[in-house]
């Protein structure tokens, strides 16, 4: 086993510090975008500009460049075309030698899948294969740039996918398990949970969901378990078990984020923090609204997950949930 990963996806308005950067071994850019066309676009991202920084301080630091579609449809009508593909491949080589990256992370959500009105299609499972290989390309052309990609973390993800030839090709994957409990849900429960909880008929966490894509052919050595530095609420919850596991008139949204709980949700205004050991996560109930995040203490135990169980790494949503650092603080203490 290699060095374990511990990756920070980072937006807009993120400041990484020289504390955090020396903690952090790889950083995703989000987001840039693939076109219609083919083309990898940073956008000029504001991030850009701390990249040399960073460097400086921590010079073994990969950062790659996260790309979504600039339009729904990007994705799908790519990676069915060989001649857009091969404009892929070029861009993946003009942004390691030209823009400074290490490396790409596709974050298309999801193939085959209808959600955030794209025009999918069952070839794109086997397409997907072909866009990443394509990249691929141009990143070993530029001396061997990182590939990774930002995967579902449920089976509708790999039966959309061809996990083996994916993983061949890959350096590893940052499998969302957070939003396991999000806006399609009206029961409330844990978004980020390590375990499943007794009783939660929705039966997923990052335990189950690493189990998953290894049993799939993904080898545990290129996963990356997901911690969330944001929160998913609940409205308008019976105030029963402390408004675990109820059923509500909407799913959950997305709520504070872990800044804003510390200072004034996390036993503060009437909400009371709860501790479910089974599913080793948090939550928080005022009587009305439900809370589910990550704090230190499940973090602890996702970092203990990570060593025990010799997956690749961790990774976080992102950086400015959490303008304390106190999250990333328990990582870097974690994956000691």
Same mark, same amino acid.
């Given at each position: ?9 980072? *937006?807009?308005?993120?400041? *990484? ?6 903690? /952090?071994?790889?950083?995703? *850019? ?35 460049? $996260? ?13 069915? $075309? ?63 740039? /990182? ?12 039966? $959309?996918?061809?996990?083996?030839? /994916? ?44 189990? /998953? ?17 944001? $929160? ?25 984020? =872990? ?23 948090? =939550? ?21 997950? *990570? ?30």
């Amino acid at each position: 086993m290699g060095e374990k990963k511990v990756l920070a996806y980072v *937006v807009g308005d993120s400041i *990484v510090t020289e504390e955090q950067a020396r903690i /952090l071994t790889h950083i995703h *850019v989000a987001f840039g975008h693939i076109t219609m066309e083919g083309e990898l676009l940073s956008n000029n991202h504001p991030f850009k500009a701390q990249m040399e920084q960073l460097r400086q301080w921590n010079p073994e630091l990969k950062i790659l460049l $996260s790309i979504v579609p600039r339009v729904p449809d990007a994705f799908t009508v790519v990676s069915a $075309s060989e001649e857009l593909r091969a404009n892929v491949t070029k861009s993946c080589r003009r942004l390691v030698e030209e823009e400074g990256f290490d490396g790409v992370d596709f974050d298309w959500e999801y193939p085959c899948v209808p959600s955030n009105n794209v025009n999918c299609c069952p070839d794109d499972r086997h397409n997907f294969t072909l866009l990443c290989r394509a990249a691929r390309k141009g990143l070993d052309e530029a001396g061997g740039g /990182l590939l990774s990609i930002a995967a579902g973390a449920d089976i509708y993800y790999i039966e $959309s996918v061809e996990p083996k030839p /994916l993983a061949e090709v890959l350096d590893y994957v940052c499998l969302m398990t957070y939003d396991l409990k999000c806006g399609f849900h009206a029961l409330t429960g844990h978004h980020t949970a390590l375990y499943s909880s007794t009783g939660d008929i929705f039966r997923n966490s990052c335990d189950q969901a690493l189990r /998953l894509f290894e049993g799939a052919g993904f080898p545990k050595d290129k996963l990356l378990m997901g911690a969330a530095f944001y $929160s998913r609420q609940w409205k308008e919850v019976r105030d029963r078990c402390h408004g675990f596991l109820q059923y509500t008139k909407s799913g959950g949204g997305y709520g504070p984020e =872990y800044h804003e709980l510390a200072a004034d949700y996390i036993d503060k205004n009437g909400y009371v923090r709860y501790w479910d050991d089974e599913a080793k996560a948090p =939550y928080l109930f005022n009587g009305s609204t439900f809370i589910s995040y990550d704090d230190e203490t499940s973090i602890a135990c996702k970092c203990a997950y *990570v060593n025990r169980e010799e997956i690749g790494g961790i990774f976080y949503w992102n950086h400015s949930n959490d303008r304390s650092g106190a999250l990333l603080k328990a990582i870097g203490n974690g994956m000691k």
